[in-house]
């Protein structure tokens, strides 16, 4: 069973910048793609961003573009979100997903087999 942990959440201040981790357990982390989601108080689940196996492909939602950087070290297990420039409606509890590589968008979470449990980023003055 693949677990995946997030940490780096926090409140940060418009502008602000916070990079978010996500580890996962196993070393077969590799054959999996990854994405970040976040969900907002009262709105629906979205997808921020999503990286292929081997980080050749990278994706990222509109309302992210330009401001967030998704990576991964392979060697490391874990995927970084590096997001820079934050506004207020970046709030939000983010979650990192993994799943096995499929024809289905980065953004569809029906993609994503593995969850976990989040964590909250606050950007507020």
């Known amino acids: 069973q693949l677990h995946l942990v997030e940490s780096g959440g926090g409140l940060v201040q418009p502008g602000g910048s916070l990079k978010l981790t996500c580890v996962l357990s196993?070393?077969?982390?590799?054959?999996?793609?990854i994405g970040w989601f976040r969900q907002a108080p009262g709105k629906e689940r979205e997808g921020v961003s999503g990286?292929?196996?081997?980080?050749?492909?990278?994706n990222y939602a509109d309302s992210v573009k330009g401001r967030f950087t998704i990576s991964r070290d392979n060697a490391k297990n874990t995927v970084y979100l590096q997001m820079n420039s934050l506004k207020s409606e970046d709030t939000g509890v983010y979650y990192c997903a993994a799943g096995v590589a499929s024809p289905r968008p980065w953004f569809d979470s029906a993609l994503y087999g593995y969850w976990g449990r989040g964590t909250q980023v606050t950007v507020s003055s």
């Open positions: 196993e070393l077969t982390e590799n054959y999996y793609s």
């Open positions: 990286i292929s196996t081997y980080g050749d492909t990278t």
